[in-house]
């Protein structure tokens, strides 16, 4: 099987700065797009940024310009660097691996796989 585990995530004021990570393990082929959702409390999870295999990033309007995602193919991991925190940033952070080819009992799957979530708070 397929496993997200996330890292990186805290307490931080106002203007701080956090990186997560999330490696992707398993028997894995290949993974299309890797990206980052947020979920605050009593709203929908909402994408934060995307990045394909190839390397075109997507950003949410709300945080172009203080967040930057990365990936290091090899290491089937995806980072999102972010600066300037808010405190409307605060949220449950969830990495999502799309288009994940793998193998598990002699046959290839394709499924999409989400992390179990990581908190960042940030305080005024």
């Known amino acids: 099987q397929v496993q997200l585990v996330e890292s990186g995530g805290g307490s931080v004021q106002a203007g701080g700065s956090l990186t997560l990570s999330c490696a992707a393990s398993g028997s894995i082929l290949s993974i299309g797009a890797m990206g980052w959702h947020r979920q605050a409390p009593g709203k929908q999870r909402d994408l934060v940024a995307d990045i394909t295999s190839g390397g075109r990033t997507n950003y949410a309007d709300s945080v172009k310009g203080r967040f930057t995602i990365s990936r290091d193919s090899a290491k089937n991991t995806v980072y999102l660097q972010m600066n300037n925190l808010k405190p409307e940033d605060t949220a449950v952070y969830y990495c999502?691996?799309?288009?994940?080819?793998?193998?598990?009992?002699?046959?290839?799957?394709?499924?999409?796989?989400w992390g179990q979530g990581t908190q960042v708070t940030v305080s005024s």
């Open positions: 999502k691996a799309d288009g994940v080819e793998y193998y598990a009992s002699s046959y290839m799957y394709v499924e999409d796989f």
